[in-house]
DNA sequence: CTGTTAGCGCCTTCAT
DNA sequence: ATGAAGGCGCTAACAG
């Protein structure tokens, strides 16, 4: 633990003007050997490379990011969780998309905002005048999204997780195909020879919503199913609770459910529990996002997953070529999800001795 | 994007020489004005408040970490979740831990680390050496921390969500009470009629676990019931639902189960699930953590929840006393879970025309 | 190819 | 009570 010339180092720091002496040659060229390795002969490139292995030399950020003005920061704002929703990807999401960020060479920080795009785009700028933020990561974008028009107005690369509902490509996305990933949900119930399958979806104004409602339209009019089972509601257990119980007490009742989120199915399922009746054996049941839920309760929740860990890195990868000046148009990346298969969908009890999961 | 311009700041950042010039005095005065305000004249201190405030002023954080070494910067390391984890609550708990750190002027940034207390002491040092990191912030610390070690070495203020288990009281913790917890779900199923109360918890190896056993022996010996039916195993929805299997199967089952976790108390609702025996009515059935899933499955899980807010607050607060030098013996918070009744633990099935939530 | 100069925005030290 | 100088660690620009 050698102390820096002046002042205390903490943590022996180790420092170019170090790594510059102990290899012999001046700080300027440690860091084009690090930064711009053609401008530097092979052989004192060498040198210096020995001498940042052998002192553990790691760059200071905050003096790269005062000198640079990029920070390797890349800013992600929570929405904090309702206590009535399933869908807790996030924790998940963040963990990947730190984990992709970090293997990248950025980190993560977290903003925080009050409620609506107002504060959130505030919360922003007031991040980026305190300090400079490489890029943001934005999730659940929409049409006309107030805060894409922001960051673009200042000139900030940032990529959603969700797609521009409104075509403007120049935005860079990634997202997962909700409409395949419905028609899917739906096609495997009918393909349990299910005729009357209800969908519970989200309002009209949710674009996400729609094009997830799309996907079971789209398996409906493939086979011919009759499509007046339908429901618009908020996303919560108790909305879903409420449009199942319509739909079974429906002249011609659903005798299959497919939900916009597992939220909604677990509302399904509590319909059921109060009428007596049985998730799969009696009504089928698919929600999506696989919760942490979905495959806790009993039976478990056929759902679809999103392959999050893909959206993290996709997302990630995207911000990196923004930040390269890549000149390609930006990524768009649309993902499938995969239907997970669980009890809550199948006709059959218990078939075989391994426990319906 | 563009490095090394030597522009204009970006995004209209306004620096402190711009202050002082609208105020008409030297930036020293506006840096002392904001961080020493008895150095200044009151009246000057107005002045220049006053053009902070019209300019919309914001220090730079990479400057002010470069010249103090000290970055405003919280750590916090992410577990990836596991899938059969029910407890998601890091998801809230990052949520209130940013937003008491903001409110406190810090900002939180993620650490990435491989698995393991060695990867985790690794990513930290690594994140020391790039950047200056005020504080850390630990969770589910055990006796014999490595970390706790590793960041006391290093002279970094911490503290952890999770009590020192080795009476090390040096650290600051906040921690929630499991052994009141558990107790408080003992006596609620014992209220309800119950004489044979289980309890399913954790290894041995776990404190957390054999904390949360406690409370459940100290009712159980208080009201003189046998506390022959126990298990500790991992935590894991098979795992309860193995050892509710076997005290279901005992010669004189189980007809209530306590449970360390809401994962484990799930495992128990499969089982019966798997025995068509209807959770609250059939057999009582607690968890712990209120995790999002406890809300949704049907009928509801009654479980305890954790302050979470307010731990998180109360570790912010803790850091800032540590950061401020409080020269008094580190804060030890411990708080009261709140037991929350729900459907799982309540013998009368729909008695009101309120759905068992 | 390498070194020197200068300055990012801030704050501590020292002079006025 | 205020201002001037200097430097935290780094790198773009320009010599040499």
Redesign the interface.
């Known amino acids: 633990m050698q102390h820096g010339n002046r002042g205390p180092a903490?943590?022996g720091?180790?420092t170019l003007v170090q790594v510059a002496q102990r290899a012999g040659v001046s700080a300027q060229s440690v860091s084009n050997a690090l930064n711009n390795p053609d401008r530097v002969a092979p052989e004192t490139r060498k040198r210096i490379l020995a001498a940042v292995e052998e002192l553990?030399y790691?760059?200071?950020?905050?003096?790269r990011?005062?000198?640079?003005?990029?920070?390797s920061?890349i800013a992600f704002k929570?929405?904090?969780?309702r206590?009535?929703?399933?869908s807790?990807l996030?924790?998940?999401f963040?963990?990947v998309l730190?984990?992709a960020?970090?293997e990248a060479g950025y980190?993560?920080?977290?903003?925080?905002a009050e409620d609506g795009p107002a504060g959130e785009i505030k919360a922003y700028?007031?991040?980026?005048?305190?300090?400079?933020i490489d890029a943001f990561v934005l999730a659940e974008t929409h049409h006309n999204d107030d805060r894409v028009a922001a960051l673009r107005s200042?000139?900030?690369?940032f990529a959603s997780f969700g797609r521009s509902w409104d075509g403007d490509d120049s935005l860079a996305w990634v997202d997962v195909d909700g409409r395949a990933g419905t028609r899917a949900a739906t096609d495997h119930v009918a393909a349990q020879g299910h005729r009357r399958i209800g969908h519970i979806g989200w309002l009209a104004e949710s674009e996400l919503g729609q094009d997830r409602r799309e996907g079971w339209l789209d398996a409906c009019r493939d086979r011919e199913l009759e499509t007046d089972l339908q429901a618009a509601v908020v996303d919560s257990?108790e909305a879903g609770?409420q449009a199942a119980h319509r739909m079974l007490d429906a002249s011609r009742p659903a005798t299959a459910l497919v939900c916009a989120s597992d939220?909604l199915a677990?509302g399904v399922?509590?319909a059921?529990?109060?009428r007596g009746l049985r998730p799969g054996a009696d009504v089928a049941i698919t929600g999506y996002d696989d919760?942490?839920?979905a495959?806790?309760?009993?039976?478990g929740l056929t759902t679809l997953r999103q392959p999050i860990d893909e959206v993290g890195r996709q997302l990630i990868q995207a911000i990196d070529n923004l930040?390269a000046?890549d000149p390609r148009e930006p990524q768009h990346v649309l993902l499938e999800p995969e239907l997970v298969v669980r009890g809550s969908s199948l006709p059959g009890p218990?078939t075989s001795a391994v426990?319906?999961s």
């Open positions: 903490p943590h720091h180790v553990g790691e760059p200071n950020l905050s003096a990011a005062l000198r640079n003005r990029s920070s920061l929570m929405r904090p969780s206590p009535d929703k399933a807790l996030m924790d998940d963040l963990y730190n984990a960020a970090v980190h993560l920080i977290l903003c925080h700028r007031d991040l980026l005048k305190k300090t400079s200042w000139g900030v690369p257990l609770r939220t677990l399922m509590r059921l529990h109060e919760s942490p839920t495959a806790l309760v009993s039976p930040m000046g218990r426990p319906t």
